[in-house]
């Protein structure tokens, strides 16, 4: 069994920046793909960004690139999400997911991630 937590989440000013932690325990961590979607209330789940289990490989929304980084690290058993130059569009509750790496991976499926944090709430005020 897999446990993801996530952190990192609150309250800030349009234009500032966040930290979301995903810390993940169970299992060897750098045998996972990672990824990171989002919920705003009212809305359907969004892809936010993924990380292959190496690190090699990045993914990221169109509504984001250039403002978040994923990355990882595999000592630490946790992956990143650096968010800035934040939007209010942005407000969602955000969750890590992960996967087992091997076979065909979507990164931007949420159908394809086995694991799932219980999510941590980011709200950007205008």
């Known amino acids: 069994q897999v446990q993801l937590v996530e952190s990192g989440g609150g309250l800030v000013q349009a234009g500032g920046s966040l930290r979301l932690s995903c810390a993940v325990s169970g299992r060897t961590f750098s045998s996972y793909n990672m990824g990171w979607f989002r919920r705003a209330p009212g809305k359907e789940r969004e892809f936010v960004t993924a990380?292959?289990?190496?690190?090699?490989?990045?993914n990221y929304a169109d509504s984001v690139k250039g403002r978040f980084t994923i990355s990882r690290d595999n000592v630490k058993n946790t992956v990143y999400l650096q968010m800035n130059s934040l939007k209010p569009e942005d407000t969602a509750n955000y969750y890590c997911a992960a996967v087992l790496w091997g076979g065909i991976y979507r990164p931007r499926v949420y159908s394809a991630y086995d694991y799932w944090g219980q999510g941590t709430q980011v709200t950007v005020s205008s």
């Open positions: 990380i292959d289990w190496s690190g090699g490989m990045t």
